[in-house]
């Protein structure tokens, strides 16, 4: 089984839809959790780190399920340049070594 | 912010020969080195760890007399790949973590932008 998994998509969304995707992870005792953003198989770039209580940045998300181990991001009022693919990361809990998602391919259409 | 320069960012070279890929830390010092290697469609795949001054612990599966690791200073880390082959081709990252205390050791990993490796 693979640490994290994800729905590698597309979503395929009008502007100023709401889209959201989750992801879930294996290890129970991981302790930090992320998403990510890469374009064009570019670098990632850390789209905003996920806690307990969940947050939000903006017109982003996110919320953690310990339970039942998941994590998930809701995007709202989709623009185009939010067009990506958005990757689940979690921090294992002994190390600073990150477990990447596939990716989740978002596609944000006019 | 943190900034890790990454070169080249792109390279063909041909079956039998070695690649060097740099990976700087402009305004930090490095402690921790991550690589990693992505296939297209696929996650990243941590491949290997180094740390300043030490030998690169690799993660199972991966080759260490042909993914050659070199982390010298606090500021760079090399990859080579040694006698590159097709299924070498692929997308390349380094990923720092900086001295402990700053804001980068929680917050996320500083990415070089990546190197896309062509084998023919």
């Known amino acids: 089984r693979k640490e994290v998994e994800q729905d590698p998509g597309p979503f395929n969304v009008p502007e100023g839809a709401t889209v959201a995707f989750n992801c879930t992870y294996s290890?129970?005792?991981?302790?930090?959790f992320f998403w990510y953003r890469q374009d064009c198989r570019k670098e990632p770039k850390l789209l905003m780190s996920?806690?307990?209580s969940g947050n939000e940045d903006g017109r982003f998300t996110a919320q953690l399920n310990r339970a039942s181990q998941y994590i998930s991001l809701l995007i709202r009022d989709s623009k185009l340049s939010d067009s990506a693919t958005y990757l689940c990361?979690?921090?294992?809990?002994?190390?600073?070594?990150?477990?990447f998602g596939a990716g989740t391919t978002v596609t944000v259409r006019a | 912010g943190a900034v890790v320069s990454q070169h080249p960012s792109r390279v063909i070279c041909k079956s039998g020969t070695s690649v060097k890929i740099e990976c700087r830390s402009l305004d930090f010092q490095a402690t921790t080195m991550f690589w990693y290697r992505q296939f297209p469609k696929q996650s990243l795949m941590l491949m290997a760890t180094?740390?300043?001054?030490?030998?690169?612990?690799?993660e199972q599966g991966v080759e260490k007399d042909k993914f050659l690791i070199n982390h010298a200073s606090l500021t760079l880390s090399t990859l080579t790949v040694t006698s590159a082959h097709p299924e070498d081709s692929s997308f390349y990252i380094c990923s720092a973590r900086g001295v402990s205390g700053t804001v980068r050791d929680f917050d996320g990993y500083t990415f070089g932008s990546g190197t896309r490796l062509t084998v023919v």
């Open positions: 996920v806690y307990s």
């Open positions: 180094s740390n300043e001054g030490s030998k690169a612990t690799y």
């Open positions: 990361v979690v921090r294992r809990s002994n190390d600073y070594k990150l477990s």
């Open positions: 290890n129970s005792a991981s302790q930090s």
